[in-house]
Protein backbone atom coordinates (compact mmCIF):
# COMPACT_ATOMS: atom_id res chain seq x y z
CA UNK A 1 0.00 0.00 0.00
CA UNK A 2 3.04 2.36 0.60
CA UNK A 3 4.62 1.62 -1.96
CA UNK A 4 1.57 1.98 -4.23
CA UNK A 5 0.93 5.58 -2.42
CA UNK A 6 4.73 6.66 -2.93
CA UNK A 7 4.20 6.04 -7.04
CA UNK A 8 1.08 7.83 -6.80
CA UNK A 9 2.97 10.67 -5.53
CA UNK A 10 5.80 10.23 -7.84
CA UNK A 11 3.20 10.60 -11.34
CA UNK A 12 1.46 13.23 -9.86
CA UNK A 13 5.32 15.78 -9.47
CA UNK A 14 6.01 14.07 -12.95
CA UNK A 15 2.88 15.39 -14.53
CA UNK A 16 3.96 18.60 -12.87
CA UNK A 17 7.69 18.62 -13.94
CA UNK A 18 6.23 17.51 -17.04
CA UNK A 19 3.77 20.45 -17.60
CA UNK A 20 7.21 22.61 -16.42
CA UNK A 21 8.88 21.69 -19.16
CA UNK A 22 6.19 21.50 -21.99
CA UNK A 23 3.86 24.67 -21.50
CA UNK A 24 2.40 24.27 -24.98
CA UNK A 25 0.63 21.55 -27.02
CA UNK A 26 0.03 23.01 -30.56
CA UNK A 27 -2.59 21.41 -33.19
CA UNK A 28 0.01 22.48 -36.20
CA UNK A 29 -2.42 21.45 -39.08
CA UNK A 30 -3.78 18.69 -41.17
CA UNK A 31 -3.45 17.93 -44.81
CA UNK A 32 -5.30 15.55 -47.10
CA UNK A 33 -3.20 13.92 -49.98
CA UNK A 34 -4.86 11.88 -52.57
CA UNK A 35 -2.90 8.99 -54.08
CA UNK A 36 -2.82 6.37 -56.63
CA UNK A 37 -4.87 4.11 -54.44
CA UNK A 38 -6.06 5.68 -51.40
CA UNK A 39 -6.75 9.26 -49.91
CA UNK A 40 -3.98 9.83 -46.37
CA UNK A 41 -5.08 12.24 -43.63
CA UNK A 42 -1.69 13.40 -42.31
CA UNK A 43 -1.90 15.58 -38.89
CA UNK A 44 1.01 17.36 -37.31
CA UNK A 45 1.15 17.75 -33.27
CA UNK A 46 3.79 20.14 -31.76
CA UNK A 47 4.69 19.78 -28.39
CA UNK A 48 6.98 22.85 -27.23
CA UNK A 49 9.18 22.78 -30.34
CA UNK A 50 10.42 19.49 -28.46
CA UNK A 51 8.19 16.53 -29.74
CA UNK A 52 6.65 16.55 -33.28
CA UNK A 53 3.79 13.83 -34.26
CA UNK A 54 2.65 12.93 -37.79
CA UNK A 55 -0.16 10.52 -36.88
CA UNK A 56 -2.34 9.23 -40.33
CA UNK A 57 -5.57 7.93 -41.63
CA UNK A 58 -5.83 6.32 -44.80
CA UNK A 59 -8.69 5.84 -46.54
CA UNK A 60 -8.86 3.24 -49.46
CA UNK A 61 -10.47 4.81 -53.08
CA UNK A 62 -13.17 1.98 -52.89
CA UNK A 63 -14.55 4.17 -49.84
CA UNK A 64 -14.41 7.50 -51.54
CA UNK A 65 -17.80 9.22 -52.48
CA UNK A 66 -18.64 12.49 -54.01
CA UNK A 67 -17.43 14.60 -50.83
CA UNK A 68 -17.58 18.26 -51.08
CA UNK A 69 -13.99 19.74 -50.06
CA UNK A 70 -15.31 21.79 -47.57
CA UNK A 71 -16.41 18.70 -45.81
CA UNK A 72 -13.12 16.88 -45.80
CA UNK A 73 -11.95 20.04 -44.60
CA UNK A 74 -14.29 20.05 -41.65
CA UNK A 75 -14.61 16.40 -40.87
CA UNK A 76 -10.43 15.91 -41.08
CA UNK A 77 -10.04 19.07 -38.78
CA UNK A 78 -12.32 17.51 -36.23
CA UNK A 79 -10.70 13.80 -36.28
CA UNK A 80 -7.61 15.69 -35.48
CA UNK A 81 -9.26 17.29 -32.96
CA UNK A 82 -10.05 14.01 -31.11
CA UNK A 83 -6.64 12.21 -32.00
CA UNK A 84 -4.66 14.94 -30.47
CA UNK A 85 -5.27 13.95 -26.85
CA UNK A 86 -3.61 10.78 -27.04
CA UNK A 87 -0.38 12.62 -28.19
CA UNK A 88 -1.14 15.66 -25.36
CA UNK A 89 -1.79 13.16 -22.73
CA UNK A 90 2.20 12.41 -22.95
CA UNK A 91 3.43 15.73 -21.43
CA UNK A 92 -0.05 17.00 -19.92
CA UNK A 93 1.13 20.36 -21.63
CA UNK A 94 -1.23 23.63 -19.46
CA UNK A 95 -1.47 25.28 -22.88
CA UNK A 96 -3.49 24.06 -25.81
CA UNK A 97 -3.29 25.45 -29.11
CA UNK A 98 -5.40 24.97 -31.88
CA UNK A 99 -4.52 26.79 -35.51
CA UNK A 100 -6.25 25.21 -38.67
CA UNK A 101 -9.70 26.63 -37.61
CA UNK A 102 -11.70 28.81 -35.01
CA UNK A 103 -13.08 27.43 -32.40
CA UNK A 104 -16.29 29.57 -30.02
CA UNK A 105 -15.71 29.36 -26.60
CA UNK A 106 -18.60 26.63 -26.62
CA UNK A 107 -16.70 24.53 -28.62
CA UNK A 108 -13.45 24.81 -26.44
CA UNK A 109 -16.14 24.02 -23.43
CA UNK A 110 -17.34 21.24 -25.42
CA UNK A 111 -13.75 19.61 -26.33
CA UNK A 112 -12.49 20.36 -22.76
CA UNK A 113 -15.54 18.18 -21.12
CA UNK A 114 -15.00 15.28 -23.76
CA UNK A 115 -10.61 15.32 -22.76
CA UNK A 116 -11.00 15.39 -19.54
CA UNK A 117 -13.91 12.98 -18.71
CA UNK A 118 -12.29 11.10 -21.64
CA UNK A 119 -9.46 11.25 -19.49
CA UNK A 120 -11.00 10.04 -16.24
CA UNK A 121 -9.22 6.57 -16.32
CA UNK A 122 -5.97 8.13 -17.17
CA UNK A 123 -5.90 10.48 -14.15
CA UNK A 124 -7.01 7.89 -11.70
CA UNK A 125 -4.43 5.44 -12.79
CA UNK A 126 -1.49 7.69 -12.88
CA UNK A 127 -2.88 9.36 -9.46
CA UNK A 128 -3.10 12.44 -11.15
CA UNK A 129 -4.98 14.83 -9.04
CA UNK A 130 -6.35 18.15 -11.63
CA UNK A 131 -9.21 20.06 -12.28
CA UNK A 132 -11.26 19.76 -15.80
CA UNK A 133 -10.84 24.23 -15.96
CA UNK A 134 -7.11 23.23 -14.50
CA UNK A 135 -5.91 20.46 -16.58
CA UNK A 136 -5.69 22.53 -19.79
CA UNK A 137 -6.54 25.81 -21.05
CA UNK A 138 -7.78 25.89 -24.86
CA UNK A 139 -6.23 28.52 -27.26
CA UNK A 140 -7.95 29.03 -30.70
CA UNK A 141 -5.97 30.86 -33.28
CA UNK A 142 -7.47 30.87 -36.72
CA UNK A 143 -9.79 33.39 -37.27
CA UNK A 144 -11.92 31.28 -39.77
CA UNK A 145 -14.29 28.76 -38.82
CA UNK A 146 -14.46 25.10 -40.47
CA UNK A 147 -17.42 25.44 -43.52
CA UNK A 148 -20.55 23.80 -42.28
CA UNK A 149 -21.44 20.24 -44.20
CA UNK A 150 -23.90 19.86 -47.21
CA UNK A 151 -23.72 17.07 -48.80
CA UNK A 152 -26.55 14.72 -50.38
CA UNK A 153 -26.99 11.31 -47.71
CA UNK A 154 -29.17 8.42 -48.83
CA UNK A 155 -32.02 7.93 -46.12
CA UNK A 156 -31.93 4.86 -45.92
CA UNK A 157 -28.25 3.74 -45.85
CA UNK A 158 -26.50 2.64 -42.47
CA UNK A 159 -23.20 2.67 -41.59
CA UNK A 160 -22.27 -0.10 -39.17
CA UNK A 161 -19.51 -0.31 -37.08
CA UNK A 162 -18.26 -3.57 -36.32
CA UNK A 163 -16.01 -4.53 -33.75
CA UNK A 164 -16.05 -8.55 -33.56
CA UNK A 165 -18.30 -8.73 -30.29
CA UNK A 166 -21.51 -10.21 -29.94
CA UNK A 167 -22.66 -6.30 -29.58
CA UNK A 168 -22.17 -5.35 -33.00
CA UNK A 169 -23.21 -8.99 -34.41
CA UNK A 170 -26.62 -8.13 -32.88
CA UNK A 171 -26.76 -5.39 -34.67
CA UNK A 172 -25.69 -6.33 -37.85
CA UNK A 173 -28.07 -9.46 -38.02
CA UNK A 174 -31.18 -7.03 -37.08
CA UNK A 175 -30.72 -4.59 -39.51
CA UNK A 176 -29.47 -6.76 -42.45
CA UNK A 177 -32.84 -8.12 -42.22
CA UNK A 178 -34.44 -5.17 -43.25
CA UNK A 179 -34.54 -2.81 -46.26
CA UNK A 180 -31.30 -1.06 -45.43
CA UNK A 181 -28.26 -0.49 -47.32
CA UNK A 182 -26.13 -1.57 -44.82
CA UNK A 183 -22.39 -0.48 -45.27
CA UNK A 184 -20.40 -2.62 -42.30
CA UNK A 185 -17.17 -0.65 -41.10
CA UNK A 186 -14.16 -0.55 -39.38
CA UNK A 187 -11.24 0.94 -38.00
CA UNK A 188 -7.94 -1.05 -38.98
CA UNK A 189 -9.78 -4.26 -39.05
CA UNK A 190 -8.83 -7.08 -37.12
CA UNK A 191 -9.53 -10.87 -38.29
CA UNK A 192 -13.01 -11.28 -35.87
CA UNK A 193 -14.48 -8.20 -37.88
CA UNK A 194 -13.93 -10.05 -40.97
CA UNK A 195 -14.96 -13.34 -39.62
CA UNK A 196 -18.40 -11.26 -38.55
CA UNK A 197 -19.04 -10.18 -42.11
CA UNK A 198 -18.75 -14.05 -43.18
CA UNK A 199 -21.27 -15.66 -40.25
CA UNK A 200 -23.43 -12.51 -41.26
CA UNK A 201 -23.42 -13.93 -44.60
CA UNK A 202 -21.86 -10.57 -46.29
CA UNK A 203 -18.85 -10.26 -48.86
CA UNK A 204 -15.73 -8.73 -46.77
CA UNK A 205 -15.45 -6.54 -49.35
CA UNK A 206 -18.66 -4.77 -48.66
CA UNK A 207 -16.44 -3.40 -45.85
CA UNK A 208 -15.48 0.01 -45.41
CA UNK A 209 -12.41 0.27 -44.20
CA UNK A 210 -9.75 3.35 -42.20
CA UNK A 211 -6.53 2.32 -41.86
CA UNK A 212 -5.42 4.18 -38.58
CA UNK A 213 -1.51 4.89 -37.58
CA UNK A 214 0.08 6.02 -34.51
CA UNK A 215 2.92 7.93 -34.87
CA UNK A 216 6.05 5.45 -33.55
CA UNK A 217 7.11 8.72 -31.72
CA UNK A 218 4.47 8.11 -29.42
CA UNK A 219 5.58 4.49 -28.80
CA UNK A 220 8.97 5.91 -27.99
CA UNK A 221 8.07 8.41 -25.28
CA UNK A 222 6.03 5.93 -23.56
CA UNK A 223 8.98 3.84 -23.50
CA UNK A 224 11.07 6.47 -21.93
CA UNK A 225 8.88 7.06 -19.42
CA UNK A 226 6.22 9.67 -20.29
CA UNK A 227 2.77 9.13 -19.25
CA UNK A 228 0.46 7.04 -20.91
CA UNK A 229 -2.60 5.34 -20.55
CA UNK A 230 -6.15 5.24 -21.73
CA UNK A 231 -7.93 7.91 -24.03
CA UNK A 232 -11.17 7.85 -24.94
CA UNK A 233 -11.05 5.51 -28.57
CA UNK A 234 -14.94 5.50 -29.40
CA UNK A 235 -14.58 9.67 -29.80
CA UNK A 236 -12.18 8.65 -32.41
CA UNK A 237 -14.40 6.03 -33.77
CA UNK A 238 -17.57 8.68 -33.58
CA UNK A 239 -16.09 11.38 -35.59
CA UNK A 240 -14.71 9.32 -38.15
CA UNK A 241 -17.62 7.37 -38.81
CA UNK A 242 -19.23 10.99 -39.88
CA UNK A 243 -16.24 11.30 -42.43
CA UNK A 244 -17.28 7.93 -43.77
CA UNK A 245 -20.82 8.62 -43.58
CA UNK A 246 -20.29 11.98 -46.32
CA UNK A 247 -18.20 9.70 -47.90
CA UNK A 248 -21.01 6.72 -48.86
CA UNK A 249 -23.60 9.11 -48.40
CA UNK A 250 -25.16 7.05 -45.47
CA UNK A 251 -27.85 9.50 -43.26
CA UNK A 252 -27.40 6.61 -40.37
CA UNK A 253 -25.09 5.73 -37.70
CA UNK A 254 -25.74 2.98 -36.25
CA UNK A 255 -23.62 2.09 -32.99
CA UNK A 256 -23.95 -0.62 -30.74
CA UNK A 257 -23.20 1.02 -27.53
CA UNK A 258 -25.95 -0.65 -24.83
CA UNK A 259 -27.23 1.18 -21.29
CA UNK A 260 -25.23 -0.61 -19.68
CA UNK A 261 -22.09 1.37 -20.67
CA UNK A 262 -23.18 4.66 -18.46
CA UNK A 263 -22.37 2.52 -14.90
CA UNK A 264 -19.13 4.12 -13.72
CA UNK A 265 -16.18 1.80 -13.43
CA UNK A 266 -15.20 3.64 -9.93
CA UNK A 267 -18.48 3.36 -8.21
CA UNK A 268 -19.38 6.71 -6.29
CA UNK A 269 -17.28 8.48 -8.93
CA UNK A 270 -17.17 9.99 -12.70
CA UNK A 271 -14.55 7.95 -14.03
CA UNK A 272 -15.63 5.53 -16.53
CA UNK A 273 -13.46 3.82 -19.05
CA UNK A 274 -16.33 3.39 -21.29
CA UNK A 275 -17.05 7.32 -20.95
CA UNK A 276 -17.08 7.88 -25.26
CA UNK A 277 -19.74 4.91 -24.82
CA UNK A 278 -22.15 6.53 -22.70
CA UNK A 279 -25.34 8.37 -23.82
CA UNK A 280 -23.85 11.63 -21.86
CA UNK A 281 -21.30 11.48 -24.68
CA UNK A 282 -24.11 10.10 -27.30
CA UNK A 283 -26.20 13.33 -26.62
CA UNK A 284 -23.10 16.12 -26.25
CA UNK A 285 -21.62 14.79 -29.92
CA UNK A 286 -25.31 14.98 -31.28
CA UNK A 287 -25.83 18.28 -30.25
CA UNK A 288 -21.91 19.07 -31.28
CA UNK A 289 -21.94 17.61 -34.99
CA UNK A 290 -25.50 18.87 -35.64
CA UNK A 291 -24.82 22.47 -34.65
CA UNK A 292 -20.59 23.03 -36.20
CA UNK A 293 -20.71 20.03 -38.75
CA UNK A 294 -23.74 19.08 -40.28
CA UNK A 295 -27.34 18.76 -39.20
CA UNK A 296 -27.86 15.88 -41.92
CA UNK A 297 -26.10 12.64 -40.14
CA UNK A 298 -27.89 10.43 -37.79
CA UNK A 299 -25.53 8.83 -34.73
CA UNK A 300 -27.15 6.88 -32.63
CA UNK A 301 -26.86 3.32 -30.66
CA UNK A 302 -29.16 0.97 -31.83
CA UNK A 303 -28.75 -0.98 -29.25
CA UNK A 304 -28.67 1.65 -26.52
CA UNK A 305 -32.21 0.98 -24.73
CA UNK A 306 -30.98 -2.37 -23.87
CA UNK A 307 -28.74 -3.88 -20.95
CA UNK A 308 -25.79 -6.15 -21.55
CA UNK A 309 -28.47 -9.46 -20.42
CA UNK A 310 -30.75 -8.30 -22.89
CA UNK A 311 -28.23 -7.99 -26.04
CA UNK A 312 -26.64 -11.54 -24.68
CA UNK A 313 -29.89 -13.25 -24.81
CA UNK A 314 -30.59 -12.21 -28.42
CA UNK A 315 -26.89 -13.17 -29.48
CA UNK A 316 -28.12 -16.73 -27.95
CA UNK A 317 -29.96 -16.84 -30.59
CA UNK A 318 -27.10 -16.59 -33.87
CA UNK A 319 -25.18 -19.20 -33.20
CA UNK A 320 -23.72 -19.15 -36.64
CA UNK A 321 -21.39 -16.58 -34.52
CA UNK A 322 -20.48 -18.30 -31.89
CA UNK A 323 -17.04 -19.82 -33.24
CA UNK A 324 -16.28 -16.39 -34.46
CA UNK A 325 -17.04 -13.66 -31.85
CA UNK A 326 -14.38 -12.70 -30.22
CA UNK A 327 -14.62 -9.55 -27.46
CA UNK A 328 -10.87 -10.00 -25.85
CA UNK A 329 -8.25 -6.89 -26.83
CA UNK A 330 -5.29 -9.06 -25.43
CA UNK A 331 -5.95 -12.01 -27.60
CA UNK A 332 -6.81 -9.72 -30.68
CA UNK A 333 -3.88 -9.95 -32.38
CA UNK A 334 -4.13 -13.68 -32.57
CA UNK A 335 -7.84 -13.41 -33.05
CA UNK A 336 -8.28 -15.80 -29.73
CA UNK A 337 -9.74 -15.31 -26.55
CA UNK A 338 -6.83 -15.24 -24.08
CA UNK A 339 -9.00 -16.29 -21.54
CA UNK A 340 -7.54 -14.50 -18.79
CA UNK A 341 -8.80 -11.34 -18.88
CA UNK A 342 -11.91 -9.34 -17.48
CA UNK A 343 -13.65 -9.04 -21.08
CA UNK A 344 -13.05 -12.54 -21.50
CA UNK A 345 -14.60 -13.31 -18.08
CA UNK A 346 -17.57 -10.71 -18.47
CA UNK A 347 -18.88 -12.46 -21.88
CA UNK A 348 -18.62 -16.20 -20.39
CA UNK A 349 -20.95 -14.98 -17.27
CA UNK A 350 -23.40 -12.73 -19.22
CA UNK A 351 -23.99 -15.61 -21.50
CA UNK A 352 -23.66 -18.14 -19.25
CA UNK A 353 -27.98 -18.31 -18.56
CA UNK A 354 -28.36 -18.96 -22.40
CA UNK A 355 -25.46 -20.68 -23.22
CA UNK A 356 -24.32 -24.07 -21.62
CA UNK A 357 -21.33 -25.11 -20.03
CA UNK A 358 -20.14 -27.15 -23.52
CA UNK A 359 -20.78 -25.13 -25.79
CA UNK A 360 -18.77 -22.23 -23.65
CA UNK A 361 -15.85 -24.19 -23.49
CA UNK A 362 -16.08 -24.99 -27.35
CA UNK A 363 -16.32 -20.94 -27.92
CA UNK A 364 -13.33 -20.02 -24.98
CA UNK A 365 -11.43 -22.77 -25.20
CA UNK A 366 -11.64 -23.23 -21.73
CA UNK A 367 -14.05 -23.97 -19.13
CA UNK A 368 -13.97 -19.98 -17.91
CA UNK A 369 -16.14 -20.30 -14.68
CA UNK A 370 -14.49 -22.78 -13.76
CA UNK A 371 -10.68 -21.07 -13.29
CA UNK A 372 -10.29 -20.09 -9.98
CA UNK A 373 -7.31 -18.03 -10.94
CA UNK A 374 -9.59 -15.68 -12.43
CA UNK A 375 -11.51 -14.99 -8.42
CA UNK A 376 -9.82 -11.52 -8.12
CA UNK A 377 -11.09 -10.40 -11.79
CA UNK A 378 -14.63 -12.26 -11.05
CA UNK A 379 -14.97 -10.35 -7.57
CA UNK A 380 -14.32 -6.81 -9.45
CA UNK A 381 -17.41 -7.77 -11.89
CA UNK A 382 -19.75 -9.04 -9.23
CA UNK A 383 -18.84 -5.93 -6.94
CA UNK A 384 -17.34 -7.97 -4.24
CA UNK A 385 -14.22 -5.62 -4.68
CA UNK A 386 -13.90 -1.80 -4.52
CA UNK A 387 -14.37 -1.01 -8.56
CA UNK A 388 -14.89 -2.99 -11.61
CA UNK A 389 -12.22 -3.60 -13.97
CA UNK A 390 -10.77 -0.87 -16.46
CA UNK A 391 -12.77 -3.14 -19.63
CA UNK A 392 -15.68 -2.54 -21.73
CA UNK A 393 -18.01 -4.60 -19.22
CA UNK A 394 -21.83 -4.85 -18.54
CA UNK A 395 -22.90 -3.45 -15.01
CA UNK A 396 -22.49 -5.21 -11.54
CA UNK A 397 -26.12 -6.10 -10.82
CA UNK A 398 -26.54 -7.34 -14.53
CA UNK A 399 -23.52 -9.96 -13.57
CA UNK A 400 -24.86 -10.68 -10.53
CA UNK A 401 -28.23 -11.44 -12.11
CA UNK A 402 -26.35 -13.64 -14.78
CA UNK A 403 -24.87 -15.72 -12.55
CA UNK A 404 -28.24 -16.10 -10.25
CA UNK A 405 -29.70 -17.32 -13.41
CA UNK A 406 -26.37 -19.68 -14.12
CA UNK A 407 -26.98 -21.43 -10.11
CA UNK A 408 -30.71 -21.79 -11.03
CA UNK A 409 -30.09 -23.79 -14.63
CA UNK A 410 -26.58 -25.78 -14.59
CA UNK A 411 -26.10 -28.74 -13.35
CA UNK A 412 -24.01 -28.97 -10.04
CA UNK A 413 -21.14 -29.91 -8.82
CA UNK A 414 -20.81 -26.41 -9.78
CA UNK A 415 -17.85 -24.60 -11.55
CA UNK A 416 -15.19 -23.11 -9.08
CA UNK A 417 -16.16 -19.54 -9.83
CA UNK A 418 -20.23 -20.51 -9.74
CA UNK A 419 -19.10 -21.88 -6.25
CA UNK A 420 -17.43 -18.85 -5.30
CA UNK A 421 -20.37 -16.93 -6.28
CA UNK A 422 -23.07 -18.95 -4.52
CA UNK A 423 -20.85 -18.00 -0.87
CA UNK A 424 -20.98 -14.15 -1.77
CA UNK A 425 -23.58 -13.72 -3.75
CA UNK A 426 -25.66 -10.52 -3.06
CA UNK A 427 -29.30 -10.45 -1.86
CA UNK A 428 -30.70 -7.66 -3.10
CA UNK A 429 -30.02 -8.45 -7.24
CA UNK A 430 -32.73 -7.72 -9.71
CA UNK A 431 -34.95 -10.79 -10.62
CA UNK A 432 -33.71 -11.96 -13.77
CA UNK A 433 -36.96 -11.13 -15.65
CA UNK A 434 -36.94 -7.29 -14.77
CA UNK A 435 -33.50 -7.52 -16.11
CA UNK A 436 -34.78 -9.51 -18.89
CA UNK A 437 -37.56 -6.92 -19.69
CA UNK A 438 -35.72 -3.81 -18.90
CA UNK A 439 -36.21 -0.43 -21.30
CA UNK A 440 -33.83 2.53 -20.94
CA UNK A 441 -35.44 5.49 -22.17
CA UNK A 442 -32.44 7.61 -23.04
CA UNK A 443 -32.44 6.84 -26.38
CA UNK A 444 -31.93 8.39 -29.93
CA UNK A 445 -33.29 5.68 -32.08
CA UNK A 446 -36.36 6.72 -34.26
CA UNK A 447 -39.19 4.60 -34.95
CA UNK A 448 -38.48 2.67 -37.71
CA UNK A 449 -35.48 1.69 -35.31
CA UNK A 450 -37.53 1.01 -32.48
CA UNK A 451 -39.71 -1.22 -33.73
CA UNK A 452 -36.75 -3.83 -34.93
CA UNK A 453 -35.49 -4.09 -31.58
CA UNK A 454 -39.01 -4.25 -29.87
CA UNK A 455 -40.12 -7.10 -32.60
CA UNK A 456 -36.65 -8.62 -31.64
CA UNK A 457 -37.62 -8.83 -27.68
CA UNK A 458 -40.56 -10.38 -28.13
CA UNK A 459 -39.71 -12.70 -30.62
CA UNK A 460 -36.85 -13.97 -27.79
CA UNK A 461 -39.19 -13.92 -24.93
CA UNK A 462 -41.69 -16.25 -27.20
CA UNK A 463 -38.50 -18.37 -27.76
Request: proline letters at 5%; hydrophobic letters at 35%.
Amino acid sequence: MAESVMTMQHNQQKFEQLRETYPAFTYESFTITEEKYQHTLRFHFNISDKEHFYPTFMIPKQAIGNLPEDAWNNLAFHIGMVELISYWKVTGSPEVYIKPYHLSNQQMDWWKKLYYHGLGEFFHQNGITTTQDGFMTLNSLARESAPFVHTELDDNALLVPIGGGKDSAVTLELLKSKNFHIKPFAINPRPAILETLDSAGLDRNTLVRAERTIDPHLLELNERGFLNGHTPFSAVVAFTTLLFAGLTSSKHIALSNESSANEATLPGTNINHQYSKTYEFEKDFRTYYQEYISDQFNYFSFLRPLNELQIASLFSQLNNHFPTFKSCNRGSHDNVWCGECAKCLFTAIIISPFVNREAQEKIFGKDMLNDDSLTPLFDQLTGIADEKPFECVGTIDEVNTALGMAAQTWQKPYPALLQHFEKHKRPETDSFEKVLNGWDDRHFLEDQFLKIIKEALDEQRDH
